[in-house]
C-alpha cells in the first residue's frame, strides 16, 4: 500500500503563487504516473494535472493551462504542483494520486488512480 503526502497548502491572495508538493511514505514514485486533483465543496473532483513517470509527458486542465506546472525529481522521490496566478475559483483540497502500473502516459481521470493522499487545503481570497 502507497501512502502520499501532500504539503504546501495554504491561504494566498489573487495573483499569488503557492508550491504544493506530493512525497510517498515508504515507497518510490518513480516508476509511476502521478496526478494532482481538486475538490471544492459541493463540486466533483477535478484533475489538475499529471506527469508520467520521466516528466515527458503532462496534460493540464484548461482553466490552469499556463499558470500551473506540474514536475518531478525522481531522485527527491517528489511530485511537484507550482500554482501561480491564483484565483479564488482555485480554492478547494488538492490531492495528489499515483497508479500502481508503470507507465509513461498519464491521466486526469481520477478512477485511474490507485493510492490518493489525505488532502491539503488551498484557499485563495483577500
Known amino acids: 500500500q502507497v501512502q502520499l503526502v501532500e504539503s504546501g497548502g495554504g491561504l494566498v491572495q489573487p495573483g499569488g503563487s503557492l508550491r504544493l508538493s506530493c512525497a510517498p511514505s515508504?515507497?518510490?514514485?518513480?516508476?509511476?504516473?502521478i496526478g494532482w486533483f481538486r475538490q471544492a465543496p459541493g463540486k466533483r473532483r477535478e484533475g489538475v494535472a499529471c506527469?508520467?513517470?520521466?516528466?515527458?509527458?503532462?496534460h493540464y486542465l484548461d482553466s490552469v493551462e499556463g499558470r500551473f506546472t506540474i514536475s518531478r525529481d525522481n531522485a527527491k522521490n517528489t511530485v511537484w504542483l507550482q500554482m501561480d496566478s491564483l484565483r479564488p475559483e482555485d480554492t478547494a483540497v488538492y490531492y495528489c494520486?499515483?497508479?500502481?502500473?508503470?507507465?509513461?502516459?498519464?491521466?486526469?481521470?481520477?478512477?485511474?488512480?490507485?493510492?490518493w493522499g489525505q488532502g491539503t487545503q488551498v484557499t485563495v481570497s483577500s
Open positions: 494520486a499515483s497508479n500502481k502500473t508503470p507507465g509513461s502516459s498519464c491521466t486526469r481521470i481520477p478512477a485511474w488512480y490507485d493510492y
Open positions: 515508504g515507497s518510490t514514485l518513480d516508476s509511476t504516473a
Open positions: 506527469i508520467g513517470h520521466s516528466g515527458d509527458i503532462t
